[in-house]
């Protein structure tokens, strides 16, 4: 079966319903069930999102995205610049 994709506001959105559950008094096992999600992806979705409004999980999704960009690209530049000094210094 493959695994479902959940976009930050659709992790919000169920953290949001999983804590009325909790405080209408269901069990955490009973909430993941009403939700259709796992135990182990509801408490990493509340270490990532708990805090979290909309607008800051769009800006967090972001910025890991240009993150990964900018890592990328530097990965490069440094690949380059070896390729450049060893060509420097005549070892090729």
């Given amino acids: ?41 509801y408490y990493k979705w509340r270490r990532e999102y708990g805090g979290l409004r909309m607008d800051q999980a769009k800006r967090l999704k972001e910025l890991e995205k240009e993150n990964a960009r900018l890592n990328k690209l ?11 000094r060893e060509a420097a210094s005549g070892n090729y």
Avoid: F, Y
């Avoid at 530097?74 to 450049?84: F, G």
């Fill in 1 to 41: 079966m493959p695994t479902k994709r959940h976009s930050s506001e659709q992790i919000i959105s169920k953290l949001r319903e999983a804590k009325v559950h909790l405080a209408q008094g269901m069990t955490i096992p009973q909430m993941c069930k009403k939700l259709a999600i796992h135990q182990q992806t």
């Fill in 74 to 84: 530097l990965a490069e530049s440094e690949l380059d610049k070896a390729i450049l």
